[in-house]
């Protein structure tokens, strides 16, 4: 059995406005999931994106405006959106205060295809 001490694990600066703190991934034994948490400043938030797995999105504290494709929705805390594999999606803070989001990908590293990028973004890599 692996113990994981979440306070030991860094806050990264994902993008301007964003900070990622990854809790379980391949880089720590993970091998089926991969589970975040992110910290996003009012007015920014993930732009649209994609996974070829689906992911569960939570606001733990704040607002946030999410969407699935064309599908829009304002999330407050306590409440999840599902995300299926290969949809366009994103979420951005409406709120003044920080927004707090925990997520989870069905897959031990976090891979993205983001509009207009040659290659999809991979991170947490054992």
């Given amino acids: 059995m692996r113990i994981i001490l979440h306070q030991d694990q860094p806050r990264e600066l994902w993008r301007a406005g964003v900070e990622t703190r990854m809790q379980v991934a391949a880089t720590n034994g993970a091998t089926d ?21 689906e992911e569960v999105l939570t606001v733990v504290a704040g607002e946030a405006e ?31 205060a920080l927004l707090h989001v925990h997520a989870v990908l069905a897959s031990p590293i976090f891979e993205a295809s983001f509009d207009g990028a040659a290659e999809p973004v991979r991170r947490w890599v054992s």
């Fill in 33 to 53: 999931l991969c589970i975040f948490e992110q910290w996003v400043d009012p007015a920014t938030g993930a732009p649209t994106h994609s996974h070829t797995v």
């Fill in 66 to 96: 999410m969407w699935i494709e064309n599908n829009r929705a304002v999330l407050t805390a306590g409440q999840s959106i599902i995300i299926p594999a290969h949809r366009k999606h994103g979420f951005r803070n409406l709120g003044t």
